[in-house]
């Protein structure tokens, strides 16, 4: 069974960095996509970034330029890495994946992953 653990989540003031790792175990030998989502409280969980196997991206158009997906295979980790912070990114973020592959337009969908982290918080301060 996969499962998913984020961490690196925490408290920054408005234009600053974080960095958020999801790491990944139970795997079994196959092509994964994964994807970073965000709730904020009383909001729909949304997509924020995604990756696919071929290294295809995608991006929520409020974080283009900002953020920053990647991933290290040989760690079974993935990335989300968080510049110019502003307190409308204030949200939980959680790490989501799925075996196959799928098309590039379909990543950002919540609906296209099976797995998920229990998240971890990010809170910006203006």
């Known amino acids: 069974q996969v499962q998913l653990v984020e961490s690196g989540g925490g408290s920054v003031q408005a234009g600053g960095s974080l960095r958020l790792s999801c790491a990944a175990s139970g795997y079994s030998p196959g092509t994964y996509y994964g994807a970073w989502f965000r709730q904020a409280p009383g909001k729909e969980r949304e997509g924020v970034a995604c990756?696919?196997?071929?290294?295809?991206?995608d991006y929520a158009d409020s974080v283009k330029g900002r953020f920053t997906i990647s991933r290290d295979n040989a760690d079974h980790t993935l990335y989300l890495q968080m510049n110019n912070l502003t307190p409308g990114d204030t949200a939980m973020y959680y790490c989501?994946?799925?075996?196959?592959?799928?098309?590039?337009?379909?990543?950002?969908?919540?609906?296209?992953?099976?797995?998920w982290g229990q998240g971890t918080q990010v809170t910006v301060s203006s």
């Open positions: 990756i696919d196997m071929d290294d295809n991206t």
């Open positions: 989501a994946a799925n075996r196959g592959r799928i098309a590039k337009s379909l990543l950002l969908l919540r609906s296209t992953y099976y797995y």
